[in-house]
T-cell receptor
């Protein structure tokens, strides 16, 4: 699986839009990009997944350029409760290995007033 | 639906001892994976169970073993505990839904080895 690189930490004020970029230069044709959120002493929680272009759900948007070598997680109008670690993962498609997840160290987002 | 549940919440063991952690998957999920998360690090894949057999394994020694029961619940066993085994142990259950795997993590078991 392609290795991912993302910033170690980011700071934001409440109400701002936060964009976290992840690079995955060696992503394979059948790989997906998936983002998880983790609060302290809790398990990771799925946020969003995409293959190309743009995906949006009630929590976030995921932008993936045509070359798919990077992706950007966009969190609109963050609040204090969005303070967490965000992980960018490259995952396989619907094969049996798809449910094995490879986490990096993630991006620690700190939201303040 | 209770989601993924794990027990115990916290555990303190001594070096050399053995420990068993338990996981009940989300209702309907047939696959259980275990992860180890050291402080400040991302979760690391230990192994995965499907149909009561180990389907995949990460880079962990044989001291780490597991089991899946017919009701899909699972246990993680760690023998000869080392100080470095201190971590948050996460269980994740998953189910294939179309082209994707619906996967949920439990809250974890915090293991401290002294």
């Amino acid at each position: 699986l392609a290795k991912t690189t993302q910033p170690i930490s980011m700071d934001s004020y409440e109400g701002q839009e936060v964009n976290i970029t992840c690079s995955h230069n060696n992503i394979a044709t059948n790989d997906y990009i998936t983002w998880y959120q983790q609060f302290p002493s809790q398990g990771p929680r799925f946020i969003i997944q995409g293959y190309k272009t743009k995906v949006t759900n009630e929590v976030a948007s995921l932008f993936i350029p045509a070359d798919r070598k990077s992706s950007t997680l966009s969190l609109p109008r963050v609040s204090l409760s969005d303070t967490a670690v965000y992980y960018c993962l490259v995952t396989k498609d619907h094969t049996g290995t798809a449910s094995k997840l490879t986490f990096g160290t993630g991006t620690r987002l700190q939201v303040t007033l | 639906d209770a989601g993924v549940t794990q027990s115990p919440t916290h555990l303190i063991k001594t070096r050399g001892q053995q420990v068993t952690l338990r996981c009940s998957p989300k209702s309907g999920h047939d696959t259980v994976s275990w992860y180890q998360q050291a402080l400040g690090q991302g979760p690391q894949f230990i192994f995965q169970y499907y149909e009561e057999e180990e389907r995949q394994r990460g880079n962990f020694p044989d001291r780490f073993s597991g089991h899946q029961f017919p009701n899909y619940s699972s246990e993680l066993n760690v023998n000869a505990l080392l100080l470095g085994d201190s971590a948050l142990y996460l269980c994740a259950s998953s189910l294939r839904v179309g082209e994707y795997y619906e996967q949920y993590f439990g809250p974890g078991t915090r293991l401290t080895v002294t």
